[in-house]
Structure formats: C-alpha cells, structure tokens
C-alpha cells in the first residue's frame, strides 16, 4: 500500500498543482471520455519548461480514473529507434481503449512519419494518443485528407498574469514578492517554480535569480548548444526586441550568419514572425540574466554592439520606417524605462503621425493655449509660421481631428523676431552664444514643443510617439552641435533627462510659467558614443554641456561622476584606438593643453597611475586586476581570474575597488603642464 499509495498521493498532488490550461484539459477530457468529434491524437509542442508533461500527466490521471490503460513513452529512452518505440508502445496495440502517451518527442523526432504512416495505424480500437515535444508537428498530419480529421496540433502558451500569480500563491509566495518573480519568468511554469524555490529576499530587498536557478533554467529551457556561436547567436535573440540576418551580422561578423540564424529559426522557443525572430519570454530573461550574472563584461558588449546597429538601422530606414526602427533601439533600455515607465517599444497602429496640414492649424493653436497658455499659443502661432515643416501632428486613425503635436526647429542663428515672440529661444540662443558658440556649418536643434489634448506632459502613447520622433531627429540629422528639448513638467522628466545626459540649462518665464530647458553639446560626446553609453548595465552621467567634465578634477559629485565614467570607458576602449582617441579625458587635467598627442599622453597618465596604485598589498592586487583585465586585455572577466589565479568572486571584488582606487588616484593626479615642445615644434 505504501508505493501505491505514495504514488496516488504524488498523482494528486502533481494534478492540483496543475494552473490554467483549460482548453488543453477540455480537449483531453472529451478525447478521453470517447467525443465522436474529439479527435485520436493531440499534438502538444511548445518550449522547454512550459507545461507539457504535466499535461501529458493530467493526461494519465484522468485516463486511471476512467479506467483506461495508460502506456507511457519517454523519448529520451528510446534513441530514434522504431524498435524500441514499438517495443514500448506495444500494450497500446493489443488492448482496446488504451491511452498512449509520448512524452519528450524532440528527442525521437525523426521517428515522426514512421510513427503517423506505419506505427499509428496499426493501436487497437479506441485508443487515444498524446505526443509531447518541442518541436511542432510535421504539416503532413493536416496535409493528410485523413489524419486532418482525427489529429490536433496544441500550442502550449505561456501561462498568463493571473494564473502565474495563481501558481506562485500555491507554492506559497506572499504576495508582495509574486510580481518580480512573475515579470521575470514570462509565463513559463518552470521559471515560476524554480523562482518559488528560492529562499525570499530581505524585506526592501528587490529579487533577482540565483546563479543555481539560472543554471537549471539555461540547462532546461535551451539545452546543449553546438557552439560558441550558436550560444552568442541567443545572447543576441536575448537583447534584441526582434533579430533579423543584418543584426546578427552586425553583432557577430561573418560567422556562418546565416547558418546560425537558419538554426535560430527552427527552435522551439523563437517564434518567426514577419518582422524576424522573437523568444519566447522566459528564455529571454534567462539567457539575459544569466549572461549578466555570468560574463558582465560580454554582457555589456553585446548590448554596445545591438545599440550601435540599432542606430545604424534607423539611420538607414525609409522615413516610413525611422520610428519603427527607433522603437526597437529602445527596447535595449524597457527595464530602465522612464517617467512612469513611459518608453515601451511598441507600434501604435491607432495613431497617426503626420506632418502639419493647413487644416490642423487652429487646432494645433486651441490645444496650445488650454495646454500651456496665451503667450506660448503665441510662440507657436510663430513658429507654424516660420518653420511649418518642424511641426508633427498626432490624431487618432480615422479622425482628422489633432490630438498632439509636437515641433523640432533647426537653427543656426534666430532671427530678431524669432527671439522677441517666443522667450525660450531668446534664452537659449544666449545660452548657446555665451557658452557653446556654434561653428561654420553647424546649428542647433530643440524640440520647442510637446502638447497634447487635455494638458500637462503625462506620460501617454502620445508622448511616447513625440519622444520617439525626437529621438529618431536626433539619430539622422547630420551637423548638429547642440540639441536642446523643452519641458513644462520638469519634476516628472527631469530626472530621466539627466541621466540620459540632457541636464537642465535654463529655466524660462513664458506668460506666467516656468519652461525648462535641458540640453546636449553633442561636440563633448558624439551620438555614436552616447547610443553605446546607454547600452552599458551601469550608465553614470556623461558631461554633455560645458564645465562639467573639462578640465576637471575632484570637484563636485555630478562632475566626479562623469569622470569616473570618463575613465571606465577608456579603459574599455583601450585597444580601440578609435574610440580612445575621443575620450573626453582628452580635455581633462590628465592631458597638457597644446599636446601634440593627446591619446598617447592620456594612455601615459592612466599607465603612471596604475602604477602609483602599488604601494601596499591591496594596491598591488588592484593593479593586477586591472592590467590583466584591460591592459593586456583577457578575453573574458573569468579569463582574467583564471590568470590571476583567483576565484571568479574574489577577482570581480578586486575589479571593483581597484577602478575605485584608479579613479581616486587619477583625480588626485596633478595637472599636466602645457605641452613646450609641441608649440616649439609649431613654430619651426
């Protein structure tokens, strides 16, 4: 009685842990109960972790309580053997009503048309089938005139937010902890159970998987893969909104791409759609998680690399196709989001962005005067006049009416009037004179205007589209030095405009309230470096407007943390000539002024600091650390362990304070006298 009663128990106990599926179930049960319109045999495929041997389970259960013999397959077993299958499978042939159930069919998928044309045929009357696998079924079962009445091909989705709520709270996790645990496991009940089963965090703590659980989920939810690239192939499926062949060309060169993405096409938990590959949500914030926790360094890397051919992507879009191409660029930062989580990467097919038609004009006006009042309904009235191609109106599909609109002037000098009607340039074209004069050839951008029906600047998919626009401006337009961007609600945006590098500059009256203005001199970090800077786990403030970064040296906190990036970024970019060579410690203390070779001095100053940084047993480690890191420039963070002879923990807790200490000693380091020999040279 013990075994059987333990296993009963366990039966039980596995059915009642069962949540959702009741389509899935409903179709068992009619098949199972004999349905003349129920079909023979249910197909289940769907990827790893998502649910189907626990209905092939239910399967079973229901299957003993009617009565029925149940014959249970494991592929795994059976190693593409007809024989062995058959062997297995032999109780279902001899006795009527039985239920036959394949779990694990990936791994005997080539036995699929033997199993349909030869197999199948010959079970005894009234049995009932169920196959489960990975991989979807063959076409040829509906392209059979026969086997397309008695066969289903089931999907198993992603369990849905209630019921993975559902499934959490019977594993027993409070409820305040259930919507972390939910939003990284993306519906699959693998990711929800392995999650449940971690110890829960400190009160305040926020969660995050454990190496153990990622471990497991990689090793179920992927498996074995044939190759480095093949594993770098889904690093990038994980970053990337959608992959397409160019992408993964950008990312990786010219290693068997389109091998590899042949190879990404056929697995069971991407999805092919029209605009390329997608993966399934839970495998995405797997490999994403795991990548991070594993290899921060590749994980950063490859997040540059889809960044910066995201902006080759948008740059290169038709016009029709710019704001699509920006959306995906976005997606990289959905988890940094913005004020109330406004960027979302998603189209908005109910809304329509046009540019300004005569029509649209006293609407534009109306919404502009009940938005932000007379004086800047004014401004604008201004502005349709004067540069009525800078304007973009929003309106709901199918309606003529404007819901939104939004302008980007360009100038490279205001004229009077412009400066007389509307203050806000007046302000600014100040403010570019005094600090950040524009050069011959070069002019200035601001997005002047972002209104919407019903006032104030809430997040919305309006103002998703408007901050879309803007950023599509910014990616494409060729010679502009400085961007600026206006807003009335300062508290919601400025915060996420600094850290994006766009501080506030100036704040200016316009009939009675208070504009503000935040602003880029895109000569001090070119769009290249920021759209890389973004992508990058950790971002701290980059100085992007004069008498920040600079000359700088151990001042206050904003421009100690600028510089603190300054530093990180060069020593990863150390044997990128390139991109050391714009280093904006190029105009730091660390250079001479007038130097003949600024990256040559740079890389003399940084070197004569690690250096400096070995005067005691800890620094002698931190110089290790960081030369064996970027100096010599191991492949990877656990190489760089390996050579040290450290333990991976131990060797990232070095890493750390040793750029620390790097900083410290680098601001700290004297000013650089003024280059002599580079002006004698000069003058000879």
């Known amino acids: 009685m013990g075994a059987a009663g333990l296993a009963g128990r366990l039966a039980a106990a596995r059915a009642g842990a069962l949540v959702g599926r009741e389509p899935e179930r409903a179709l ?75 779990d694990t069919f990936e791994q005997c998928q080539p036995l699929e048309a033997w199993l349909r044309e030869t197999f199948l045929p010959r079970l005894a009357d009234h049995t009932v089938v169920v196959v489960a696998g990975r991989v979807a079924p063959d076409p040829e079962w509906s392209l059979d005139p026969g086997w397309a009445q008695l066969f289903t091909a089931l999907a198993v989705r992603p369990l849905d937010a209630a019921q993975s709520h559902a499934l959490l709270a019977a594993r027993g996790v409070p409820a305040e902890q259930r919507g972390a645990f939910v939003a990284f496991a993306g519906g699959s009940p693998l990711a929800l159970s392995l999650a449940a089963w971690v110890p829960p965090a400190a009160p305040g703590t926020p969660w995050e998987p454990t190496g153990d659980v990622l471990t497991t989920l990689v090793e179920r939810l992927v498996g074995d893969l044939p190759s480095a690239v093949h594993r770098r192939a889904l690093e990038v499926v994980a970053q990337a909104y959608v992959t397409r062949e160019p992408l993964l060309r950008a990312v990786l060169g010219d290693e068997d791409t389109d091998v590899v993405f042949s190879w990404l096409r056929q697995l069971p938990y991407i999805e092919a759609t029209p605009e390329g590959l997608h993966p399934h949500d839970a495998v995405r914030a797997t490999l994403e998680a795991d990548l991070r926790w594993r290899d921060p360094e590749r994980y950063d ?131 570019v004179e005094t600090a950040a004069p524009l050069r011959a050839g070069e002019h200035l951008g601001i997005r002047r205007f972002a209104v919407q029906s019903g006032g104030n600047q809430r997040p919305s998919p309006l103002m998703e589209l408007i901050s879309r626009r803007a950023i599509g401006e910014e990616m494409r337009t060729h010679g502009r030095a400085v961007t600026f961007t206006v807003f009335e609600d300062a508290d919601r945006w400025g915060r996420y405009l600094a850290e994006a590098g766009m501080p506030e500059v100036a704040a200016v009256d316009v009939g009675g309230r208070r504009q503000h203005v935040f602003g880029r001199d895109w000569r001090r970090q070119t769009m290249e470096h920021w759209v890389q800077h973004r992508a990058r786990a950790v971002v701290t403030p980059v100085a992007t407007w004069p008498s920040t970064v600079a000359r700088s040296g151990p001042g206050d906190q904003s421009a100690r943390a600028a510089f603190a990036e300054a530093v990180l970024e060069a020593l990863r970019t150390w044997h990128t000539p390139r991109a050391f060579a714009t280093s904006v410690l190029l105009n730091s203390h660390l250079v001479p002024p007038g130097s003949a070779d600024p990256a040559a001095d740079l890389r003399r100053a940084i070197v004569t600091a690690l250096d400096a940084l070995q005067t005691d047993p800890a620094g002698v480690k931190a110089h290790e650390a960081l030369t064996a890191t970027y100096v010599t420039a191991c492949r990877t963070h656990k190489a760089a362990a390996r050579r040290l002879g450290v333990p991976y923990g131990t060797y990232r807790r070095h890493l750390a304070l040793a750029k620390e200490r790097l900083i410290e000693q680098l601001l700290r380091q004297p000013s650089a006298p003024p280059d002599l020999t580079a002006d004698s040279r000069g003058q000879r």
């Not at 239910?58 to 029925?68: F, K, S």
């Not at 300004?356 to 919404?367: A, C, K, T």
């Not at 604008?380 to 003529?400: D, M, T």
Request: with cysteine.
């Open 28 to 102: 068992l049960d009619r098949m199972l109960s004999g349905a003349a319109d129920a079909p023979l045999v249910a197909y289940l495929h769907g990827p790893g972790g998502i649910g189907k041997s626990s209905l092939v389970r239910y399967a079973a259960r229901q299957a003993e309580l009617a009565g029925r013999r149940v014959v249970h397959v494991d592929g795994r077993f059976l190693d593409a053997d007809p024989r062995r299958l058959e062997e297995a499978a032999a109780p279902a042939c001899a006795e009527a009503g039985a239920v036959l159930l394949i």
């Open 301 to 431: 890397d490859v997040r540059v690399r889809i960044s910066l051919a995201g902006l080759r992507a948008v740059r290169a879009a038709a016009p029709d196709d710019a704001l699509l191409r920006v959306a995906e660029w976005m997606f990289l930062f959905r988890h940094r989001g913005g004020p109330d989580d406004l960027y979302n990467y998603r189209t908005h097919p109910h809304i329509e962005d046009t540019p300004l038609r005569p029509e649209d004009v006293s609407g534009v006006l109306r919404m502009a005067e009940e938005a932000e009042g007379p004086a800047s309904a004014a401004a604008v009235e201004h502005w349709v006049r004067r540069q009525p191609e800078a304007f973009r109106v929003h309106r709901h599909a199918g309606s003529s009416a404007p819901v939104s609109f939004m302008a980007i002037l360009r100038l490279d000098a205001p004229l009077p009037e412009d400066c007389a009607e509307d203050p806000v340039i007046a302000a600014v074209w100040e403010l």
